[in-house]
């Protein structure tokens, strides 16, 4: 019988940290911050900006692609953001706000640089990502070409030991359709949960998590390319 | 008999608790007697706790100066 990883808790995977950076359990929380910054209050909002800044920057480089222009959307946003604070009703986690007018940003901006860059002739959704299994499977569903074991590197540990495990995975990851991206990274890079994302990125629960396979299915396979033993 | 390709593909469904009480036991049944399987859900699952293992980059910090003087501006304006 194959060892271990059968009857896995379900849960156990994306359990762990179900803490984001936004709600570390000491200090204020972003709400409390966000009323200080209406009241002027710099040292709250550079508190919120180092809190949630390097998870912004990342999520709009995936989606935009040029550094450069996720840094103006980073500045956009947080510009957006102090100015629409006021208006903010609550109605929802101040971070999935942020995350929002960061992934609403970054989307317009990556529509406007597709329509101006001849070379970039896909929309930025980008066509449906080819499936990296297809050629894996008989006609009758069993597998042709069976996953072997990764060299060295079944553990994370292993993986991110090997320097280009992360830079394996970030090139993955820019080579997804942006909602894909945004979706892997916050829910597997970030910690968030389902709900939060979906909330955030404005897309049903169903959706989030067909993104979210087609996203974790491409980023194995990269990696299965680099370390598998076959 | 749930073959491995329908498996793989239900996988993320399984890892979040949204198989109905049936295809869970179909898929765990499958699981039991299939080494191959195993493998790619072991390597799934490494995947994923990998990828919150990822650092980010810092913040370049005339980006972050930037920031904070567009906020004292606006602080001065309103």
New interface residues.
């Given amino acids: 019988?194959?060892?271990?990883?059968?009857?896995?808790e379900?849960?156990a995977?994306?359990a762990?940290?179900t803490l984001g950076q936004g709600t570390t359990p000491e200090g204020p929380t972003d709400e409390e911050l966000a009323a200080r910054v209406l009241l002027?209050d710099?040292d709250a909002?550079?508190q919120l900006?180092?809190r949630h800044?390097?998870?912004m920057?990342?999520l709009a480089r995936t989606i935009v692609r040029e550094p450069a222009l996720a840094?103006e959307v980073?500045?956009e946003t947080?510009?957006a953001v102090?100015?629409g604070l006021k208006d903010f009703e609550h109605r929802s986690r101040l971070k999935t706000w942020l995350f929002r007018i960061v992934t609403n940003r970054a989307r317009t901006r990556a529509q406007r640089e597709a329509r101006s860059t001849p070379m970039s002739s896909l929309s930025p959704e980008g066509e449906p990502s080819r499936d990296p299994?297809a050629d894996h499977?008989t006609p009758?569903?069993?597998?042709a070409v069976?996953?072997?074991?990764?060299d060295g590197s079944?553990?994370?540990e292993a993986?991110?030991e090997r320097k280009e495990?992360?830079a394996i995975?970030?090139t993955a990851i820019a080579a997804l359709p942006p909602m894909q991206a945004a979706v892997?990274s916050l829910r597997?890079?970030e910690?968030w949960t389902?709900e939060e994302v979906c909330e955030a990125l404005e897309i049903s629960e169903g959706n989030q998590?067909v993104l979210?396979?087609r996203a974790?299915?491409a980023?194995?396979a990269a990696?299965?390319a680099a370390f598998s033993r076959r | 008999m749930m073959?491995?390709?329908?498996l793989?593909?239900l996988?993320?469904?399984?890892?979040?608790?949204?198989l109905s009480a049936a295809d869970r036991s179909r898929f765990?049944a499958h699981?039991?007697?299939?080494?191959?399987?195993?493998?790619?859900?072991?390597?799934?699952?490494?995947?994923?706790?990998?990828?919150?293992?990822?650092?980010?980059?810092?913040?370049?910090s005339p980006?972050?100066d930037?920031?904070?003087q567009?906020?004292?501006d606006?602080?001065k304006r309103?």
């Fill in positions: 019988m194959p060892k271990d990883a059968r009857k896995g379900p849960q995977v994306s762990p940290r002027g710099e909002f550079t900006v180092d800044s390097r998870q920057l990342w840094e980073l500045q947080w510009l102090f100015q299994l499977f009758r569903g069993g597998w069976p996953p072997t074991p990764w079944d553990s994370p993986i991110l495990g992360v995975i970030a892997v597997d890079k910690g389902a998590r979210l396979h974790r299915t980023i194995r990696l299965d | 073959t491995c390709k329908e793989v593909a996988m993320t469904d399984y890892l979040e608790g949204k765990e699981v039991d007697g299939c080494r191959a399987c195993v493998t790619y859900l072991n390597q799934l699952k490494h995947t994923i706790t990998t990828l919150g293992r990822v650092p980010d980059e810092p913040i370049p980006v972050r930037e920031l904070l567009r906020f004292r606006w602080k309103a």
